[in-house]
């Protein structure tokens, strides 16, 4: 059976995006590669130029397509406590068959760094910048509206939450036992936060 001629760019994106996720890098092959974009070898290579090529893409899409939108969905208005409860309980509540985004696609790639070409860190250390940024963002909004008392400055209190938010995503891959996630970020605020209400 032949390939389409047409070529959608991000349906392409998404279909990799996918299997990235769930294989990573290493363990997706060109063949595959090839199947989830539906192009020929050629057609992938011009493109793309090579596999790490379509990483970078992807990790790009990834950025733009789920990331940014995760932020503003939920930092970007509302109670600002809540807000950021949801921010990091949104990431691991995925059906069975798609278990494998429990862990932020930022947080895969960072496992792989060192096969990826230098760009791909420069993307993961700008996402984490801008996901701290978000995160600082909301805790000076709840503090500002006394809903929150980090027991941190304010800088220091999202930084650990953006550290705590990569190893969650690496816990919620591990054992994504939704309940013991929900309980453990409960207690990381209320230790990062000291939130009054």
């Known amino acids: 059976m032949g390939r ?19 294989r990573g890098f290493s363990a ?9 974009t539906d192009l020929h070898p050629g057609s992938l290579y011009h493109h793309f130029k090579n596999k790490e090529g379509l990483y970078l893409h992807v990790l790009r899409y990834y950025i733009e397509h789920y990331l940014q939108l995760r932020i503003q969905k939920y930092l970007g208005s509302g109670p600002p406590l809540e807000g950021l409860r949801r921010f990091l309980t949104a990431g691991y509540r995925h059906p069975q068959d798609m278990q494998y985004q429990n862990c932020c696609f930022l947080a895969c790639t960072s496992t792989e760094l060192h096969l990826l070409p230098d760009e791909a860190t420069k993307l993961v250390r700008q996402a984490v910048n801008t996901i701290q940024q978000a995160l ?8 500002e509206k006394n809903l929150i008392a980090p027991s941190l400055s304010s800088t220091d209190a999202a930084r650990e939450l953006t550290s705590f938010f990569l190893g969650l995503q690496l816990m919620a891959r591990i054992s994504p036992n939704q309940h013991q996630l929900d309980l453990l970020v409960k207690q990381s605020l209320g230790h990062i936060l000291n939130p009054k209400t």
């Open 28 to 36: 997706s092959s060109l063949r595959q590669l090839e199947e989830a």
């Open 4 to 22: 389409h001629t047409s070529f959608n760019k991000d349906k392409a994106l998404n279909n990799a995006l996918a299997l990235f996720w769930s």
């Open 136 to 143: 600082l963002t909301q805790v000076l909004k709840g503090t």
